[in-house]
T-cell receptor, first 114, second 114 residues
Framework: ETGVTQTPRHLVMGMTNKKSLKCEQHLGHNAMYWYKQSAKKPLELMFVYNFKEQTENNSVPSRFSPECPNSSHLFLHLHTLQPEDSALYLC?????????????FGPGTRLTVT | AQSVTQLDSQVPVFEEAPVELRCNYSSSVSVYLFWYVQYPNQGLQLLLKYLSGSTLVKGINGFEAEFNKSQTSFHLRKPSVHISDTAEYFCAVSDQGSNYQLIWGAGTKLIIKP
């Protein structure tokens, strides 16, 4: 049990759909992350939230919209996605006060855009 | 800019043989170093970490890594691998004082041959 849960684990959506990915951490951390992991590509950091405030947005297209209502929950709202957005989306959390950036990951959501 | 290089994209090795997965980083300041493992269809799990102190770090599942500051390396080793070690291994680095982020290597797939 990693302490970070993600739902759903698998998602198939059409390009005109709207869906949301959910992440919840039970570790008492204050920073949360969204990563995209595509086949044969390095891990891509998408967004970082610290104490509910977005601190990083790595030039992510606006069809991905993050939401962090509190330090334990993180959402990724998806709309009008493209087939190249098919990937494993990973959520992670960390405790900034440690200063190490050690991150704990959820199991991921496997997204397929048709 | 800081970077992490995992020279081998794949490492095939026979079961019960030793293995070394290489990781080199570029940084002019003190760093924290991590190895993560990703089993098929799962998220990333922390395998071991170097924060300070002894340069030889032991992790889960019999893995260990040695921090070599002069060579800016953090190679991962296991004296005898098992079929269950089949996974992708990621090296990551954090500058002391960096802003929440880990810098990731591209990953090394460990392939265990029976």
């Amino acid at each position: 049990e990693t302490g970070v849960t993600q739902t759903p684990r698998h998602l198939v959506m059409g390009m005109t759909n709207k869906k949301s990915l959910k992440c919840e951490q039970h570790l008492g951390h204050n920073a949360m992350y969204w990563y995209k992991q595509s086949a044969k590509k390095p891990l891509e950091l998408m967004f970082v939230y610290n104490f509910k405030e977005q601190t990083e947005n790595n030039s992510v297209p606006s069809r991905f919209s993050p939401e962090c209502p509190n330090s334990s929950h993180l959402f990724l709202h998806l709309h009008t996605l493209q087939p190249e957005d098919s990937a494993l989306y990973l959520c992670a959390s960390s405790q900034p006060s440690t200063g190490t950036n050690e991150q704990y990951f959820g199991p991921g959501t496997r997204l397929t855009v048709t | 800019a800081q970077s992490v290089t995992q020279l081998d994209s794949q490492v095939p090795v026979f079961e019960e043989a030793p293995v070394e997965l290489r990781c080199n980083y570029s940084s002019s300041v003190s760093v924290y170093l991590f190895w993560y493992v990703q089993y098929p269809n799962q998220g990333l799990q922390l395998l071991l970490k170097y924060l300070s102190g002894s340069t030889l770090v032991k992790g889960i599942n019999g893995f260990e890594a040695e921090f070599n500051k002069s060579q800016t390396s953090f190679h991962l080793r296991k004296p005898s691998v098992h079929i269950s070690d089949t996974a992708e291994y990621f090296c990551a680095v954090s500058d002391q004082g960096s802003n929440y982020q880990l810098i990731w290597g591209a990953g090394t797939k460990l392939i265990i041959k029976p």
